[in-house]
């Protein structure tokens, strides 16, 4: 019987389900980081799964049974799976902050971590599926436009409904909806899984007072005054007369006037620094919904105080966008618990302990001004790191003040304080350099919490394993791997461009903040980037392919020469138009490229599938800059892309025999 789609339009149908396949990977992204803390540990986890399972989908294009009707069942167990099975810290007692080390409650690691690997690369190769038979459609480039233009759209929703704080309510709605409108025939097992993911949202926005933030799983705990964040304890709002948030103003000799407080948060420190007799604080957080329950339910209202002016930026980037001077700057204990994205190890704070953000604080230090910074440090060469670092930066060596645990510093309470003017601060104890100090993080760098330029074995086993079941899964669900032998180029082409675009995340993260406003902005403009290549491609042929590669190797070169420094000293206009054009130049002929090749493959389905699982290699060759740094990420591209001019990408314009072949060989296959 042939199938009766609801929406008869196929241009519509191609746009909302690659809208849909775009917003259920952010979806997944959100609610798993949100339940399972494992995945503070591996930053683009579920975007690896993401990127098998889109890249099986589209491989199994002429392949039957339709899998999207199957959709939303493994959806819906998946989020149940996940809420019902969370994986929490196990604290017992004391603010800690998470590092690693600490137990966990849940299931282990080695059950978890598979689970949602192989349930979210089954997700979403269901959806591709769907979305891959729309694709074939159409002639190639228009598919690919009409995929960008709806992959686009899913990502402006998503944002828009993270700027609202929808909570996952809105997020399940929103997915219920359109998989049944795009379902060919929905059956009674279909609208009932919609259903229960709708149900769902609602377990996951009305458990306890929780509040969806632009970053975290936020639940406030009013009896204790306390907040935690995707189930880790994280702030509690206390009376700070006589504790440790007094030690900063009692190290200084002048109290000060001008106080800046990086990770403001609930308003504790902002407290205290009005005990102190501040004249003005400025209170910096990221989060706002963190720094609003603040304001709300702190017993001492330090926000309704008038001297007080909240900000609500990442701390790094206001310390690059103004021109004030300050007594003080307090990093207070700014440790997100979080990432940037889910393509890049940047946390939220990477940016604040590398060696030049020490030195952005020290220039905004009025003189005789200090700089104290403190935190739960659970290793002795983490202390060690930053106050070396410190004492690198202001050429002292810092105050340390150590919690209840006095002499044992590991694990426990530890305050930095330092100033240029020796002067300017009261030591009751000076921090002594080891001989083995490990070296301060840098911005190219910014991997503070990792103690030696090296990919933990953690990672190396987990991405291994990650690399044998995508070969299974591309021998078993999506058929044999010597269908793709024609597109070995576009393969490589996907791996190069996934980094392209980590290190475009990454370098606007540095330049304006790791904010999540700016990293939509960064995908979004990176979409538009493409659908601007695939018009430029769809209205003129460039069948010389030696010019675009050279220009593509000559826009890495100039985006690895320029270094960060020197856009940061940059006005924030003109520093805006220049990291543009240093991201977006290379990511723009690379589009070129691969439009060119893409518009005359024999089968454009099999094509794009070979790309995306490319795209799945890069995310797991983005771990090396643990090793190499970020600029690293661009030499590695070039390679990459160097591979697919030589394995075929020198063939622009032409359809190869090999791909004819596979072509036919594939329709021969589905017939039968």
């Known amino acids: 019987m042939p199938y009766t789609p609801l929406m008869r339009n196929d241009r519509t149908q191609l746009l909302l389900a690659s809208f849909l396949m775009l917003f259920v990977e952010l979806v997944l992204i ?7 803390v494992y995945l503070s540990y591996f930053s683009n ?28 069942v493994s959806l819906a167990l998946f989020l149940g799976f996940v809420k019902g099975f969370p994986v929490q810290i196990d604290r017992t007692g004391g603010d800690l902050i998470y590092f690693g080390s600490l137990e966990t409650r849940g299931l282990p690691t080695w059950v978890m971590l598979p689970v949602i690997f192989i349930a979210v690369a089954a997700i979403m190769m269901m959806i591709a599926h769907g979305v891959a038979q729309r694709f074939r459609k159409f002639e190639a480039l228009e598919a690919y436009r009409l995929d960008i233009i ?4 899913g990502i402006v929703a998503y944002s828009a409904l993270a700027y609202l704080r929808v909570p996952p309510l809105g997020w399940m709605l929103v997915i219920a909806a359109l998989i049944l409108s795009l379902a060919w025939r929905p059956s009674a097992l279909n609208v009932a899984s919609c259903i229960a993911i709708v149900l769902i949202g609602v377990l996951g926005a009305t458990t306890g007072v929780t509040i969806w933030s632009q970053y975290y ?22 009376d700070i007369a006589g504790t440790v948030y007094e030690v900063p103003y009692q190290r200084v000799a002048n109290p000060p006037k001008d106080v800046l407080i990086v990770g403001a948060g609930n308003g504790n420190d902002v407290a205290a620094a009005l005990a102190a007799g501040a004249e003005h604080v400025d209170a910096v957080e990221i989060d706002p919904v963190i720094q609003d329950l603040g304001a709300e339910n702190h017993p001492l209202r330090p926000y309704d105080d008038p001297r007080v002016t909240r900000i609500t930026n990442d701390g790094r980037a206001y310390l690059e966008q103004t021109d004030k001077m300050y007594d003080l700057i307090l ?24 060696q030049q953000a020490m030195e952005a604080a020290r220039d905004h230090l009025n003189p005789g001004g200090a700089f104290s910074m403190y935190n739960f440090y659970r290793e002795q060469w983490l202390l060690d790191r930053l106050a070396g670092t410190l004492d690198t930066v202001f050429e002292q060596a810092p105050c340390l003040d150590l919690g209840e645990t006095g002499a044992s510093q590991v694990g426990g309470f530890s305050m930095l304080t330092v100033s240029t003017d020796p002067a300017a601060v009261r030591c009751d104890a000076t921090w002594v350099r080891p001989a083995d100090v490990v070296a301060p993080a840098t911005d190219d760098r910014p991997f503070v919490y990792l103690k030696t330029p090296s990919i933990p074995t953690r990672y190396l086993w987990t991405l291994g394993l990650i690399l044998i079941v995508s070969a299974l899964g591309v021998r078993l669900a999506g058929g044999r791997i010597g269908a793709m032998r024609g597109y070995v180029d576009l ?6 461009f996934l980094l392209l675009e980590t290190k475009s995340v990454v370098q606007f993260a540095l330049l304006f903040g790791t904010t999540w406003f700016v990293n939509a902005l960064v995908f979004a403009g990176i979409l538009l980037t493409i659908l601007a290549a695939i018009e430029v491609e769809r209205r003129t042929r460039i069948r010389r392919p030696g010019l675009l590669f050279s220009l593509l190797f000559g826009g890495l070169l100039l985006a690895g020469l320029v270094p960060a420094s020197w856009l940061l000293s940059l006005a924030t206009a003109p520093r805006f138009f220049a990291a543009t054009a240093l991201a977006f130049f290379p ?12 518009r005359d493959s024999a089968d454009p389905t099999t094509a794009f599938g070979a790309n995306l699982l490319g795209a799945m290699l890069g995310g797991v060759l983005e771990y090396l800059s643990l090793i190499t740094g970020y600029r690293g990420l661009l030499v590695l591209a070039a390679v990459l892309y ?15 025999t090999d791909e004819t072949a596979t072509a036919s060989e594939t329709a021969t296959t589905a017939s039968t």
């Open 491 to 496: 393969f490589f082409m996907g791996a190069g």
């Open 217 to 238: 799983r936020v639940q406030y705990v009013a009896e204790h005054r306390e907040i935690n964040v995707n189930g880790i304890p994280h702030q509690a709002m206390i």
């Open 587 to 598: 990511v723009f002929i690379a589009n070129l490229v691969f439009a060119e090749r893409f």
């Open 642 to 656: 160097a591979l697919a001019w030589a394995f075929g990408a020198r063939k622009i314009g032409q359809t190869t």
């Open 150 to 153: 709806g992959s686009l759209s």
């Open 45 to 72: 986890f579920v975007l690896l799964g993401s990127f098998l399972g889109i890249g099986l989908g589209f491989l199994r294009a002429h392949k039957g049974p339709d899998l999207f009707r199957w959709a939303p």
């Open 30 to 36: 959100r609610w798993a980081g949100a339940y399972i």
């Open 331 to 354: 990093f207070a204990l700014p440790d997100s618990l979080t990432l940037v994205s889910g393509q890049s190890a940047v946390r939220l704070e990477s940016f604040l302990f590398t």
